[in-house]
């Protein structure tokens, strides 16, 4: 088991509602990476944060923010959330610097549902 | 950016048979080569990786090759086993992580 874990584990909201998701690292990892992996495919890049600051970010609109914190645990949020935001949310930590070079530990995941 | 092409989507062997999954990339910059395996309702996790300085890795039942001048590399599984059926993902890294679309395993009696 990877010491990253992610909460909620499941959460159904309803379109135009806003969600945040958590995420607790590896101890010891600084980068935290967050991806969206819709039913059937493959995980998608959302963004990354090295040392609380954003510094890699996929090909999702600004309604996807993040945070990172000191503690290097980091939030997602998305707002005005969309039929297609229905997907399982994966919260990746890794030691390396801000292009990571390490491999990546991932959560269990929060399945997000919106209706 | 990074395209990954990962082929086949499905694949069915018999158990003790052996498995290949392949996996072609756009950016030659790429140098770090993961695969993940995923079952279902669960979390990726790695099972092998490759750097782009080697040619072949293994680990017991698991193997991964690189043709960095072709821009693939593929999965290997002998002996497959039913608890081998899963996703499979490879992935890319250039500045952040690309996956391929997965191959469906399944490995039958």
């Known amino acids: 088991e990877t010491g990253v874990t992610q909460s909620p584990t499941h959460l159904i909201k309803t379109r135009g509602q806003q969600v945040t998701l958590r995420c607790s690292s590896q101890?010891?990892?600084?980068?935290v990476s967050w991806y969206q992996q819709a039913l059937g495919q493959g995980p998608q890049f959302i963004f990354q944060y090295y040392r609380e600051e954003e510094n890699g970010r996929g090909n999702f609109p600004p309604r996807f923010s993040g945070l990172q914190f000191p503690n290097y645990s980091s939030e997602l949020n998305v707002n005005a959330l969309e039929l297609d935001d229905s997907a399982l949310y994966l919260c990746a930590s890794s030691s390396s610097g801000s292009l990571y070079t390490g491999e990546l530990f991932f959560g269990e995941g929060s399945r997000l549902t919106v209706l | 950016g990074e395209n990954v092409e990962q082929h086949p989507s499905t694949l069915s062997v018999q158990e003790g048979d052996s498995a290949v999954i392949k996996c072609t990339y756009s950016?030659?910059?790429?140098?770090?080569f993961p695969w993940y395996k995923q079952e279902l309702g669960k979390r990726p996790q790695l099972i092998i990786d490759?750097?782009?300085?080697?040619g072949e890795k293994k680990d017991q039942r698991i193997a991964v090759t690189l043709n960095k001048t072709a821009k693939h590399f593929s999965l290997h599984i002998t002996e497959t086993q039913p608890e081998d059926s899963a996703v499979y993902f490879c992935a890319v890294l250039e500045g952040k992580l690309t996956f391929g679309t997965g191959t469906r395993l399944q490995v039958t009696l």
């Open positions: 101890s010891g990892h600084n980068t």
């Open positions: 490759i750097r782009s300085n080697v």
């Open positions: 950016d030659s910059a790429s140098n770090y």
